[in-house]
């Protein structure tokens, strides 16, 4: 009995996303479909490559096929193409070969918002995404240090007079604290701000990235407001400690990106509780829960939380992080669930944008 494509088609139609509800096949996620001699090859093309379920993907396609009567042996092959966010303002306003980007953002200082973008950009790297990170703390530029570049380093022009980006762990970096010297106070105002960002957004050589990263500074002041006028942003990521003095903060900075017309892709809880590397027991130091009480009460996705572990502050000050530094600590797994948990929410909003 000979199987056709049809045949192998219908029967994939079983497997759904996850996240998007939708059967694969609808999603325009299979790609190609070979059949020799009963032996049946698949090609899934998933929304990110940072996708958490991509094996559990690879094996209901796979468990699909091979139910088909006459069908031998199946071989499934998976790839990623990020798709393109949803775009709010004209062409001209975003910059030409990013896909997405994510703000990565915090109601007050002192949450380890940097921490958690560097960490969130490395692990969507690791996954081999093309990343940028652009560093949009204008008065206090740390990218550059959690980085481990140096401060002798300084970007480049391209022949077309873009500034090149700098590497590092896998990222395209630009931050002000390359181009200016690191004990140089930065006393702008709103005006210079604005072009800053419109700068590092437009001027620089940034070639085609599926995520750009933006770390940007505490509250909801100039900057925030500057990138959601300057560019179509995919969304933001809300990093908040679990204490009520941080949590209160949150609403604020989640209140503005709604007003903003940026959807919210999701909280994250960093210092969440300390783990004792000698007994292993958890102090809950700055209480616990918090975040994930807020993401369900304003009803935003919750990303998951990241213990309190000294490595963490280790890898920023010598520019190592702990997801490279020490990929199996828990700080580190807990840092590459909450990427691969943005990354589902990120083909979310893209998918909707797309309809």
Known sequence: MSITKEQVLEAIKVVKDPDIHRDIVSLGMVKEIGIENGKVSVHVELTTPACPLKEQIKEEVKKAVASLAGVKEVAIQMSAN?????????????????KNIIAVASGKGGVGKSTVCVNLAVAFARTGAKVGLMDGDIYGPNI?????????????????????????????????GLLVPADSPMIWRGPMLHSAITQFLQKVDWGELDYLFVDLPPG?????????????????????????????????AIAMFKKTQVPILGIVENMNTFICPHCENETPIFSKGGGEKAAQSWQVPYLGAVPIDPRVREGGDTGKPIIVAYPDSPAAKQFAAAAGALAQQVSIVDMAGAK
């Open 82 to 98: 990020v798709r393109r966010g949803p775009s709010l303002l004209p062409q001209e306003a975003s910059p030409s070969g990013i």
């Open 220 to 252: 909801t002041g100039d900057v925030q407001l500057s990138l959601v006028q300057t560019a179509s942003v995919t969304g933001a990521v809300i990093v908040t400690t679990p204490q009520e003095v941080a949590l209160m903060d949150v609403k604020k």
């Open 144 to 176: 550059p240090l959690m980085l481990g570049i140096p401060q002798d380093k300084k970007p480049g022009v391209s022949p077309n007079e873009k500034i090149i980006p700098l590497e590092a762990h896998g990222l395209k970096v630009i931050s002000m």
